[in-house]
Nanobody, 119 residues
Framework: QVQLVESGGGLVQAVGSLRLSCAAS????????MGWYRQAPGNGRELVAT???????NYADSVKGRFTISRDNAKNTVYLRMNSLKPEDTAVYYC?????????????WGQGTQVTVSS
């Protein structure tokens, strides 16, 4: 079992910045892709950004140019730097990580961290 613990959420004014962190721990086989998703009230969970173990990144169009995902493989940690925040970025942000051998990969989720952007 793998546990994901997020930190770094909070309240920030529009155009401000925040950095989220998510550390994986527990019975880790080999962490593969990691990512961030978010869910605003009344909406479904949506992809924000993902990063593979080799560093290939993918972003939602709504955050391109403002958010940067990175990771530290030695620490099994993924980060999300969020700049130029907008009120519409307000949501609960969830960390995701894949772990396991190639034919038995399991998706793990963090508990979520609230990000609130005031106008």
């Amino acid at each position: 079992q793998v546990q994901l613990v997020e930190s770094g959420g909070g309240l920030v004014q529009a155009v401000g910045s925040l950095r989220l962190s998510c550390a994986a721990s527990g019975n880790i086989f080999s962490i593969g892709a990691m990512g961030w998703y978010r869910q605003a009230p009344g909406n479904g969970r949506e992809l924000v950004a993902t990063i593979t173990s080799s560093g290939y990144t993918n972003y939602a169009d709504s955050v391109k140019g403002r958010f940067t995902i990175s990771r530290d493989n030695a620490k099994n940690t993924v980060y999300l730097r969020m700049n130029s925040l907008k009120p519409e970025d307000t949501a609960v942000y969830y960390c995701n990580a894949e772990d396991g051998p190639p034919l038995s990969i399991i998706d793990y989720w963090g508990q979520g961290t609230q990000v609130t952007v005031s106008s």
